[in-house]
């Protein structure tokens, strides 16, 4: 059984809190957060606190906070030789104070307050600078039904640079396309059947193969007459970057 301390209350400590809570071989001994009406709602099923000096004892603290958060907070734990770990992307395991055993626990997934999660389909990148604590994560994975991959820091900042490009990046892809199809009272769930079958494609073949349209074939008449409907200058920018992108890609 492995105890943890959750530290944080924002969409990832939210979503971690309920996947770890309803895990067999994991107990969530305490939850930490400096605003404690944040937390209040769970405290039947978690002892919760606002005092970071009364912080139980436990086998891991998880530090699901903003990123700029976590090298402050780490310093201000009252305690030494624990394991504590992080869940960004991209805060260098470093960054946390050396007087406790450092390691990171990143769930790479999307996670939106009150959008369910399964937690089995999220990966989970692991990183710690003690073999035993390394272990103690793949375990904390495993629990959770997750696949883990050991990933160090470099790995994981490019990891997560790459998850911009293709959620954060695409998501304001969608929202371009629901702005121009709304313009014209087209509805936009016409679109998403399309939406996932190229999320489906790519899990079959490579994204280079999987690439469909008129930049690739470089049907110049049909990017002419798109150019030509869009009226939102920032909108025909991104076009033509992306049109150039792929035709750089493909050789065109």
Not at 95 to 117: A, C, E, H, I, W
Not at 131 to 153: H, R, V
Not at 165 to 189: C, G, M, P, W
Not at 197 to 220: C, L
Request: net charge positive.
């Amino acid at each position: 059984m492995i105890s943890v301390c959750l530290l944080g209350a924002g969409n990832v400590a939210s979503h971690l809190f309920k996947a770890l809570n309803n895990t067999e071989n994991v107990t969530v001994v305490q939850w930490f957060n400096r605003d404690l009406k944040k937390i209040s709602t769970d405290k039947n099923d978690v002892h919760i606190t606002d005092n970071i000096d009364a912080l139980k004892h436990a086998d891991v603290y998880i530090l699901a906070v903003s990123d700029d958060a976590i090298a402050d907070l780490s310093t201000h734990l009252p305690f030494e030789n624990r394991f504590v770990v992080h869940t960004s992307g991209s805060v260098n395991i470093y960054d946390m104070d050396k007087k406790n055993r450092r390691g990171v626990f990143y769930p790479l997934q999307t996670f939106s307050k009150n959008v369910p999660v399964t937690f089995k389909d999220v990966p989970i990148c692991i990183e710690a600078l003690d073999k035993n604590d390394l272990n103690t994560l793949k375990q904390l994975a495993e629990s959770l039904g997750c696949s883990w991959y050991k990933i160090n820091t470099e790995q994981r900042q490019t990891l997560h640079l790459s998850a911009v490009f293709v959620n954060n990046f695409t998501n304001q892809l969608y929202r371009i396309a629901h702005e121009i199809s709304d313009a014209k009272s087209i509805n936009f769930d016409i679109l998403k059947p399309l939406i996932l079958e190229t999320a489906r494609k790519v899990q079959e073949t490579s994204p280079f193969m999987a690439q469909t349209g008129p930049a690739k074939r470089n049907d110049k008449k049909t990017i002419k007459k798109h150019l030509k409907l869009l009226e939102n200058e920032q909108h025909k920018a991104i076009y033509e970057l992306l049109t150039q992108s792929i035709k750089n890609t493909h050789g065109r």
